[in-house]
């Protein structure tokens, strides 16, 4: 990306925050005391606290433009910065000695800015998913290590409107300079020429492999790219699965160790996730109860079985049972998803989450090897990034899933969930076509 496209980025960023703000304060306002001015105190402690409600974003990162508008912990951190700037118009309030400002304007106020910052958010992903089909915010990427890990990582970059990288090569430690790797893409050089490829093709991103390179040659890479500047260096863990539990601290007798749960939500994330799972499940097992119905009686003069049940693995890797519709013989019941509307019902009784990985029958267990363990550490889902992402292979499936697990927030969830209404809709209206 261009600094250009960076400044205008931030411009546009920082603008549509400050409008989404002042809009729901007013708003807020006019919905608790009535469609008329904000009063003296309400007024000066929105001109005085805005500055530092902005400030707060910058410094949790929000205007970071490596890590927002690409994942949903975005919104969390929105959610956040919201509840520092409410309280800041209070501190600005305070320390000018204005009158107490009105408990209802300041909630309603708190509420409508998370909605507005979020809404404003997620349009501007529109924009930039917008621009880079046009070719603009891109960023030009190099993948250091040619190996099954490296190829896997260029496969999940190929969509350059979800990335915002467009890979151009491999470079590799083993493999000569013009080796086919996969998609066109082909061996570039020698670790020890990455600087100059660097310059000549204007790189921005160096994503590095370290499993399939020398350390020495790991090493010469980060001497050189970290004196040089310019291009940005990441490193692609090869162990993904680990990355999936949630390791605490633990002392005994002054000896730091890594504990490692074995259930990935605890505590508020637990109840939140269980708020989400019983409180929408119960209202889409109900809007969904007709559809079943029908779908049950369109089989029932078919012949052949309605439903067909699994022995499923989950949390914990403890064995459920569940049934899902029986596919039709042309397929199109499973290939809208509207198989699993039966799913539902373990959701509601605990074995199952509306979001998750992807469930695993009991005499499929051996084919998900090492990452098993990270899998049932989370329930399994009646949707999930295995439902919504392309994948081509179970690697990439299984990245996606780690993602989401050691990633998980209640925005990613609904994110999932909405993703799953659209794709359900565009696949049945395929069908009809």
Known sequence: MSRRGRALLLASLLGADTLALLAALLGAYWLTAGPRPLPPAPALAVALGLGPWLFTFYTLR???????????????????????????????????????????WLFTGW??????????????????????RGGHLMARAIIVGADEQGRTIARQLRSEVDSGL????????????????????????????????VRELRVAEIVVVPGAMAWESLQIILEQMT??????????????????????????????????????LSGFDALLKGALDYGVGLGLAAL?????????????????????????LGIAGRPFTARTFAAQPNGRLA????????????????????VGPR????????????????????????????????????????????????????????????QTVLVTLRRRWGRLD
């Open 62 to 104: 929000l205007y970071d433009l490596e890590t927002v508008l690409e994942d949903s912990q975005e919104y969390a951190t929105v959610a956040t910065g919201c509840t520092y700037g409410i309280l800041l118009l209070i501190v600005a309030a305070t320390l000018f000695e204005q009158a107490s400002l009105p408990l209802p």
């Open 111 to 132: 509420l409508a800015a998370i909605v507005a910052v979020s809404a404003g958010r997620f349009a501007m992903r529109r924009v930039v998913r917008a621009m880079r």
């Open 166 to 197: 467009k890979v151009l090569g491999f470079v590799d430690d083993f493999l000569p300079r013009g080796t086919p790797v996969q998609d066109q893409l082909s061996v570039l050089g020698h670790p020890g020429v990455l600087p100059a490829l």
């Open 227 to 264: 004196l040089a500047g310019g291009a940005r260096i990441r490193l692609s863990p090869g162990y993904y699965d680990l990355l999936a539990t949630t390791p605490r601290v633990a002392h005994r007798n002054f000896v730091p160790l890594f504990v490692v749960d074995s259930a990935r």
């Open 288 to 312: 969904t109860l007709p559809l079943a119905a029908l779908v049950w009686l369109s089989r029932l003069g078919r012949g052949g079985p309605v439903f067909v049940s699994h022995t499923y």
């Open 335 to 354: 290939a809208t998803g509207l198989d699993r509307l039966p799913l539902l019902a373990r959701v509601l009784t605990g074995q199952m989450s509306l």
């Open 359 to 418: 469930p695993i029958r009991l005499e499929d267990r051996a084919r998900y090897g090492r990452w098993f363990t990270s899998l049932a550490s989370v329930k399994p889902g009646v949707t999930g990034p295995w439902a919504v992402v392309p994948v081509a292979a179970l690697e990439e499936e299984m990245r996606a899933a780690l993602y989401y697990i050691r990633n998980w927030t209640i925005w990613l969830d609904m994110q999932v969930l909405a």
